[in-house]
């Protein structure tokens, strides 16, 4: 039989691991996962050049920060905070790579696309760095959503960069819900992304 005191020494014990666990376990459910889309073809100028190029597309480098699958948002210009149960399907960067080769694929213009390390013989890579990916917060307004990205496109045969630009977008979401911040992310992704493959395009050459 266990003496009185050593009795509740073992209660202690048990309460405490009890306590570490609620502290290091999940403490709610988990977070909605949110995806963003491709820009689709009809967005696209039907006149954008024809090119038999085989391009790979790079995951995006990014600032630790945004490399994450967590929602970023900034309430001032140096910190940096995330939504509450809320998340991308994937890290950002990924997330940017795959939509990036989806986007140039709906135009229909261009011989080969993939991501990089697929069995591709590139001609060319493009080497994107996501810059900005965040919800900006001024006051108790909706934030405006805002996308910065800085390419270089490297031909292959001479590892030379024949191309370099940035493109951003800017857009408010509707109201101050995760819905419409997952909207505003996707309006101003479309538009930056656009702006990537119809600059790029003309660069690439048509052999």
């Known amino acids: 039989m266990i003496a009185p005191t050593r009795r509740l020494l073992v209660l202690g014990l048990l309460l405490a691991l009890a306590g570490c666990g609620g502290l290091l376990g999940a403490s ?14 009809a967005d696209f100028p ?20 945004l490399d994450t699958e967590r929602i970023a948002l900034m ?7 995330y939504f509450a149960s809320a998340a991308w399907t ?10 990036l080769v989806e986007s140039f694929e709906n135009t229909g213009k261009i011989g080969a696309i993939g991501r990089e390390g697929v069995a591709l013989r590139a001609d060319y890579v493009l080497k994107p760095e ?11 307004d909706a934030p405006i959503i805002r996308v910065r990205m800085g390419l270089k ?16 977008a800017e857009e408010r979401a509707q109201q ?5 911040v997952v909207d505003a992310f996707n309006a101003a992704l479309h538009r930056a992304m656009r702006d990537a493959v119809v600059g790029t395009l003309p660069a690439l050459g048509g052999s």
């Open 153 to 168: 496109l490297v031909r292959m045969s001479d590892r030379q960069i024949v191309d370099q630009r940035s493109v951003e």
């Open 90 to 99: 994937d890290r950002a960067p990924i997330m940017v790579q795959g939509l």
């Open 75 to 81: 309430r001032s210009p140096t910190t940096l905070d």
């Open 46 to 65: 039907p006149n954008l050049p024809r090119s038999k190029i085989q391009l790979l597309v790079e995951v995006p480098v990014a600032p630790g920060g």
């Open 176 to 180: 101050n819900s995760i819905g419409s």
């Open 130 to 140: 996501l810059r900005d990916f965040t919800a900006v917060y001024a006051g108790n």
């Open 28 to 41: 709610g459910p988990p977070p909605q996962l949110y995806t963003l889309t491709a820009v689709p073809a």
